[in-house]
């Protein structure tokens, strides 16, 4: 490999770069692109789901306002409030890893995963709660207050279609940020090199994201006139 005039004098060779890049500018381009490629994919998986969402409301509007009215506003709210706060200690982590910060950055990242082990604890009250309410799509399913309840019927499979695969990103989430802790705490990340920190946090921002169109799209239309 063929190095310009200057780079290695600039740049000393890192234990942190891996062989097929010339230095670690490129290596940390190369592992932000292939996360915004990933996180484009589920855009658009994430946009589908939307779609189908905003499609059968359109059609039923009455149905999806009694539906959403049925919601459980108090948990909806509170797990918006957790993941905009994990936002924040993830994004404080990020900074503490660029000031070199090792002992704060892996105090944020736990807090972090704590933070989304509680919005997990907190929806599984939730899914409880609505189990002993009937309002679980398929054969046991009950919304007799509805006027329309075989269409609400569609929203409640929307909710929990929508709801639970953003539940398993957040347990995945949770569970690679607590692995960077631990690598964190073992001093992997100094500020020359600090990426994985950064790309994990691109992520836990787009779970966050996502639960921020959820929540007034299931907990808030009942608060609109149709």
Known sequence: MHHSHGTTEAVPPSRYLAFQFEDLAQQRESATLGMWIFLSTEILFFGALFTAYFIYRGIY????AEASGAMLIKYGTANTFILICSSLTMALSV???QMGKRKLLTLLLVVTAVLGCVFLVNKGFE???????HHVPGPGFEF???????????FFSLYFIMTGIHTVHLIIGAGVVLTIAFFAWRGHYPPEYH?????????WHFVDIVWVFLYPMLYL???RHF
């Open 95 to 97: 900074h503490a890893a």
């Open 144 to 154: 007799p207050e509805s006027s329309d309840p075989r269409h609400a019927q569609i």
């Open 195 to 203: 990426t994985p920190v950064e790309n994990v946090g691109l992520y």
């Open 127 to 133: 899914y409880h709660q609505e189990w002993l309410e």
């Open 221 to 223: 239309v009942a608060h």
């Open 61 to 64: 509007p009455k149905a999806f």
